[in-house]
């Protein structure tokens, strides 16, 4: 079997005839093949008689030609044509087809090979804030960044999930006093003493009004915010009692942020998790290993790099802060450390940060100062992967009606709610089946109307939309998937692993065409970082089964042969498709 995008192969050869034909090597990639359609005549395109064109000083349309009388065709491919101004068309001989999707049929990866040289790769990604509860503003970074976790998996690389929590700056100070008071007021109440006897649990009821009650009592309070302040000390020197309560914080702020992944599906856990703490230990060997390179110098009072390349308007450099005047350190600093302890504690090939856009400037710049260090080689590289907002319908930051961040555990319920409503009338779904399908339903709706949208770009948020069952929706593919199973049900019959497939309309072969791209849309999605490719690909799958589903009856076609393998191709779709959103993070139930 042929594995991989198929495409490479017809680029091999449109080289290979281009060097017959002319003397001239060119790339895989200056062979431009493009997948093509039945109405426009072939299966794939190329389009490389318009760069040879130019370099040989014929027309295209002759290149083209040319290079057809030099194709080798073997047994994979009928004689290519030329059309138009130079394309060449290129069809797959049906024959060769049948064979290659028998063999998809049988092979655990669907065709798609694992890389030859895995790597270690870091994926930063979700990054919530100690004693903040997550919020939509999350909701990007998670399920990308576990998209993609899943997707470098599957093409056989060792992939370290990390998450950086915000645990650690000023505000602790007030947060940690103010769970100390707390605790002593909850035990005095109940026992009469002021030893702190209840666990932080107990304390915290919401994260976010946790956090805005030590808020406000820092700028009403001075003698809190005095006491505050004491804390930070208390915490930056290692005082037992005081990092015993901040422990307590972080960890009962990890257990929100896990029930947040639990019901994503996301697989991060607090072993994923680094904080900003963690790095602490690294920050003064940063800002002195910078400033032994000469990389590091004194601005106004503050330890600052001036990457090569950076500058304002007025063509002043832009610096890093990587100590302030104080003596404190930075966000900067921070995240030259995690770098640095990525690249060499952890042993990255690659380090992939899902982060925001607005966040591009930061990291280009905290990039380039690693790569002036030293830290990042020519075998190891950093890369950010930039995701834009989510809206609201008014076009605006998604926000609830009081103004403030939509908690994403919120959003994420009234997912499952608006799915249990969608699914109470079917009565074929037991009531267990139902809250399982409806969770299926609701996470995966929610996930995929991100997925779906070029990560770099913004998106508006519609409840209406994304439950659609109609159109390029997360329902619309798993009800797509349940049919074919309840089909194969109803067959009351197991497809020999030997069947031969037959195409009989020109629909079963379309569909043939569409599960032969799968490997093609994992490399691209994968590749370019872009999980709306392989959602696109899903989509243009399912909707090539409904029109072999509208023309070709699978259980009582015309013979046994046509029924065996159009249950196969049945079956095909379903691993491809279930396939496809295991890799998106999203569930497909067997009954819908």
């Given amino acids: 079997m042929l594995r991989g995008d198929l495409a490479n192969e017809l680029a091999r050869r449109i080289a290979d005839a281009a060097k017959e034909a002319f003397s001239l090597d060119i790339t895989l990639q200056q062979a431009v093949i493009r ?22 000083g014929i027309s295209p349309r002759e290149t083209a030609t040319r290079i057809t009388e030099h194709f080798h065709t073997g047994d994979m491919l009928d004689p290519p044509e030329v059309s138009g101004a130079g394309f060449v068309n290129l069809t797959l001989q049906d024959t060769w087809l049948a064979h290659h999707i028998e063999a998809l049929a049988t092979d655990k990866r669907l065709g798609t090979p694992e890389v030859p040289t895995p790597q270690r790769i870091i994926v930063d990604y979700s990054g919530p804030n100690v004693a903040k509860e997550m919020h939509v503003g999350h909701l990007r970074s998670t399920i990308i960044g576990d998209s993609l976790t899943r997707l470098l998996r599957f093409q056989g690389h060792e992939v370290v999930p990390q998450n950086h929590l915000g645990d650690w700056g000023t505000p602790f100070g007030m947060l940690i006093e103010h769970l100390s008071e707390k605790a002593r007021e909850t035990s005095k109440g109940e026992t009469g003493n002021s030893t702190p006897t209840h666990s932080t649990q107990s304390n915290i009821a919401d994260l976010n009004v946790f956090y805005q009650e030590a808020r406000q009592k820092f700028d009403a309070d001075p003698e809190f915010a005095d006491r505050a302040r004491t804390r930070v000390l208390a915490l930056q020197s290692g005082d037992q009692k005081t990092q015993s309560l901040w422990k307590d914080l972080v960890a009962e702020s990890e257990r929100h942020f896990q029930e947040v992944y639990d019901l994503l599906h996301v697989d991060l856990t607090p072993e994923n998790a680094r904080g900003e703490s963690f790095y602490n230990q690294y920050l003064p060997g940063i800002v002195a290993e910078l400033e032994e390179k000469n990389l590091a110098v ?23 802060i990587i100590r302030k005047s104080d003596g404190g350190y930075t966000y900067d600093t921070t995240d030259l450390g995690a770098l640095r302890f990525r690249a060499q504690k ?10 925001g856009t607005p966040q591009r400037l930061h990291f280009k710049m905290v990039f380039a100062t690693a790569q002036q260090a030293g830290w990042l080689t020519e075998n190891m590289r950093a890369e950010h992967i930039g995701f834009g907002s989510v809206l609201g319908e008014d076009g ?7 103004g403030g961040s939509v908690k994403l555990m919120d959003l994420l319920r009234e997912a499952i709610d608006r799915a249990t409503v969608i699914l109470a009338e079917r009565s074929e779904l037991n009531a267990q089946e139902r809250q399982d399908v409806a969770h299926a339903v609701g996470i995966g709706a929610v996930k ?34 349940a049919r074919i199973k309840s089909v194969v049900r109803k067959s009351n019959s197991k497809v020999p692993a030997d069947t031969s497939i037959v ?14 791209r799968f490997p ?24 090539a089964f409904s029109g072999f589903y509208e023309n070709c009856p699978v259980l009582h076609p015309e013979n046994e042969e046509l029924r065996a393998s159009r249950l196969m191709l049945c079956a095909l779709t379903s691993n491809i498709i279930e396939k496809g959103l295991d890799l998106l993070g999203i569930e497909a139930p067997a009954r819908l």
């Fill in 298 to 320: 004194m601005s106004e009072g503050a330890v600052c790099v001036f990457p090569d390349g950076f500058t304002n308007g007025d063509n002043t450099p832009v610096p890093l």
């Fill in 520 to 543: 093609a849309a994992i490399e691209a999605t994968t590749t370019g970082r872009e999980p709306h490719k392989l959602c696109n690909y899903l989509y243009e799958t399912a909707t």
């Fill in 35 to 56: 997948p093509s359609t039945p109405d426009r005549g072939a299966d794939y395109q190329s389009n490389a008689a318009f760069g040879l064109a130019k370099k040989i």
């Fill in 346 to 355: 952890l042993a990255a090939s690659q380090i992939f940060y899902v982060v």
């Fill in 448 to 481: 995929y109307a991100d997925l779906c949208n070029d990560r770099e770009k913004d998106y508006v948020f519609s409840w209406k939309r994304m439950l659609a069952m109609e159109g390029n929706t997360a329902v619309y593919l798993q009800y797509a998937n």
């Fill in 503 to 516: 195409f009989a309309h020109p629909a079963e072969r379309n569909l043939a065409i569409k599960l032969s």
């Fill in 396 to 402: 605006k930051i998604l926000r609830t009606r009081a």
